[in-house]
């Protein structure tokens, strides 16, 4: 879907079919499509220049499956700000890549196998149980969403803080707890090396 932005009249693009919000790229709007309506929603923050490689329309694969970062959100926390690239994959899901301080992990939106722990229980050390395996809360911390670009498959609320629980699981395997919403949402993946994701089209950064 191809439209203009209400705000400055720019071309704006919803090339996924699950795309519910989009940051126009000239005057920052954010921009919600409803149907074949488009409102605004007010403006986003500036990105803050984290100098990672990564940037819009970069293609990578992932087991075997090619993907297209259509998005960003970008979250702050007392140490810093780490990234969530939204991925479009040909094969028709939807994932998110987790960029912190040079580590990288994959990870998809999945419906508990089991109740998740009240969020009290989920303390630095414990161990949670994920369907058939053990996963270790290795952080926990509130994060602000402080900007984003590109395509979002969800309503984010910027200038707002959640809590997010980061856990790891057997050799790479990687588990969040996003407590954002009302009934916490569980994103399972894994940890991949930087290299593995035969990334195409990324950001000159000086000194590489």
């Known amino acids: 879907m191809l439209t203009n932005c209400p705000s400055c ?11 519910l919000l989009a940051v126009c790229s ?3 709007c954010l921009l919600l499509r409803k149907d074949l309506d488009i409102e605004n929603l007010g403006k986003v923050a500036q990105l803050m220049a984290d100098g990672s490689p ?21 979250m702050r926390y007392p140490e810093g700000f780490w990234n969530e690239w939204h991925l479009c994959f040909t094969d028709g899901r939807f994932g ?9 992990a994959v990870s998809f939106k999945t419906e508990p196998p089991s109740p998740l722990p009240a969020i009290d229980r989920l303390v630095v050390g414990a161990e949670v149980g994920l369907g058939d395996e053990a996963y270790t809360v290795r952080d926990k911390r509130e994060g602000e969403y402080a900007s984003g670009e590109g395509e979002l ?13 980061d856990l790891s699981g057997p050799g790479q395997k990687f ?5 954002s919403e009302e009934s916490p949402l569980l994103f399972l993946g894994e940890y991949v090396p930087f290299d593995r994701l035969e990334f195409t089209g990324l950001k000159r ?4």
């Open 153 to 165: 498959p969800f309503r984010a609320p910027f200038g707002e803080k959640a809590l997010f629980v």
């Open 205 to 208: 950064i000086e000194g590489w």
């Open 54 to 74: 990564v940037q819009l329309g970069v293609e990578g694969k992932y087991k075997g499956a090619l993907f297209t970062v259509i998005g960003r959100v970008q």
């Open 9 to 19: 009249g720019a071309p704006v693009s919803f090339k996924s079919s699950v795309t």
């Open 26 to 28: 000239y005057c920052r």
């Open 175 to 179: 588990a969040s707890i996003d407590c």
């Open 96 to 104: 998110w890549l987790g960029e912190a301080q040079g580590v990288y």
